[in-house]
């Protein structure tokens, strides 16, 4: 496999004086093992290859992707960026580049890559907690090696790693789904998220709806995973906040005591590099501190906008490029129950395992609808008495962790699947005291 530290120190000699560069060049095996119909239908692998070159010269900067990483591939992305960056409109919001700075290295379990047998031996674990249920899903791993260089000096580079398993499991009328992510295949233990779907499915048999209304819930994680992540999002990015598109008042108490949010790529067992693709060193960054909102993720364009430094939060990839950079690296501070203490504690509500198809209305407020999916239960008396046909709901996410309204935190945090995509959150499961439905099947 071609080194990308290599890579990086070729196009950064190629360029020489003739513009400023920054480089970040990530290589890596990504296999995926995908079943439906409870059997095995694809097993692929691929190394992916990504070679980003911004280049700036006389106000004007230029931003080339590519995938070849042969030296004909190397020259013709130098002289392309070259020639695009003359044409380019001045960019009055450059920052310039960054510059040299001590980068830390994520910690890690090291392990040997999985291998294909590995991850379909995963999958029928999963299938076997369910043998009279139609299973689909797939299981996921990838090892990933980054290198970022710029024409200061500025260096870094390391390994990311992440193993995906997402499992369904169905019955003519249910379904429950289980999800894991985490930077080390050993972790994935496949028979417990078997043993939670089919628990999901053979409780979600022959759905009521009920009345829309305000009631109280316990999310899982999963769906505890999609409200962090909004209001990370439309929170604590630094273009909100320097749009004035964020509702963040910084020192003042906006959420529950019991919500304290942290943005740290350094955290053990992280997904991502202990630097951004600007070459700003992460740091731990706290968001909320035991409900009083802090400050926001910053790149060197949004912090040179409000007069503060990068604090490690660039764009990255698609949902970077769309909300314009922001947090990657979010954890809510776990609570000290049980899910199932949590439930108990219910005198009536209603659970909701996971969120589908969430959509922002209103940024200020972090206002989001969405649907329930694969495990929604009413709870009486401590526990659940009937599965729920799927619901709408409409609802203010800060709202939600307002102060008063978090009546508990689960001990257990985890990476949940929001729609952001895996990796994104690790967040407990909670108990708020109010939630909004806004539909049901009925309509």
């Known amino acids: 496999m071609t080194d990308p530290t290599r890579v990086r120190d070729q196009l950064l000699e190629r360029i020489a004086d003739r513009a400023e560069a920054q480089v970040v060049v990530t290589i890596g ?11 095995i239908h694809q097993n692929v692998g691929e190394v992916k290859s990504r070679v980003s070159l911004t280049v700036a010269s006389e106000g004007r900067t230029a931003e080339l992707v590519g995938s070849s990483t042969t030296d004909e591939g190397l020259a013709r992305l130098v002289e392309q960026s070259l020639d695009v960056v003359r044409i380019s409109p001045v960019d009055a ?14 910690p890690r379990t090291e392990e040997p890559s999985p291998t294909p047998q590995q991850r379909a031996d995963a999958v029928k674990t999963f299938l076997a907690a369910g043998p009279a249920l139609n299973g689909a899903g797939y299981c996921e791993t990838e090892t990933l090696a980054s290198a970022f260089g710029n024409s200061l000096g500025q260096s870094a580079d390391g390994v990311a790693t992440r193993t995906v398993f997402d499992g369904i499991l169905r019955t003519d009328t249910s379904s429950g789904s289980a999800h894991h992510c985490s930077s080390n295949f050993g ?7 078997g043993r939670l779907a089919a628990e999901r499915a053979r409780l979600g048999v022959d759905p009521v709806t009920v009345d829309t209304g305000i009631y109280e819930v316990v999310l899982g ?26 509702f ?43 409900g009083v909102s802090g400050g926001a993720c910053h790149s060197r364009r949004t912090g040179r906008r409000m007069g503060q ?68 239960f009413l709870i009486e008396n401590g526990e659940f008495v009937q599965a729920l046909t799927n619901m709408r709901f409409t609802q203010s996410f800060v709202e939600a962790l307002a102060p008063g309204n978090v009546l508990g935190l689960s001990n257990d945090p985890r990476f949940g699947n929001a729609d952001a995509g895996p990796g994104y959150v690790r967040a407990p499961a909670a108990r708020l005291a109010k939630f909004n439905f806004t539909g049901n099947a009925d309509g």
């Open 187 to 193: 972790s994935l233990d496949a028979a417990d998220l």
């Open 93 to 106: 919001d450059w920052p310039g580049l960054a510059p040299p700075a001590p980068c830390a290295t994520v």
């Open 248 to 290: 963040v008042q910084s020192g003042v108490q906006q959420f529950d005591p019991a919500i304290t949010l942290v943005d740290d790529a350094l955290a053990p067992g992280g997904l991502n590099y202990g630097f951004d693709v600007e070459g700003t060193p992460k740091e731990r960054l706290v968001l909320v501190d035991a």
């Open 29 to 39: 095996p990504s296999e995926l093992t995908r079943f439906a119909n409870s059997f």
């Open 309 to 376: 430094p990068s604090n490690g939060h660039a764009p990255v990839g698609e949902l970077g490029e769309w909300y314009g950079g922001g947090p990657m690296d979010l954890t809510l501070a776990p609570g000290n129950k049980t899910v199932e203490e949590l439930i108990s504690e219910v005198e009536r509500g209603i659970y909701v395992a996971t969120f589908n198809y969430c959509r922002c209305l209103e940024p200020l407020t972090v206002e989001v609808t969405g649907l329930t999916r694969n495990g929604t």
């Open 221 to 246: 994680h999963d769906a505890m995973a999609e409200v962090v992540m909004e209001v990370g999002i439309f929170g604590f990015g630094g273009p909100r906040v320097v749009d004035k598109e964020s």
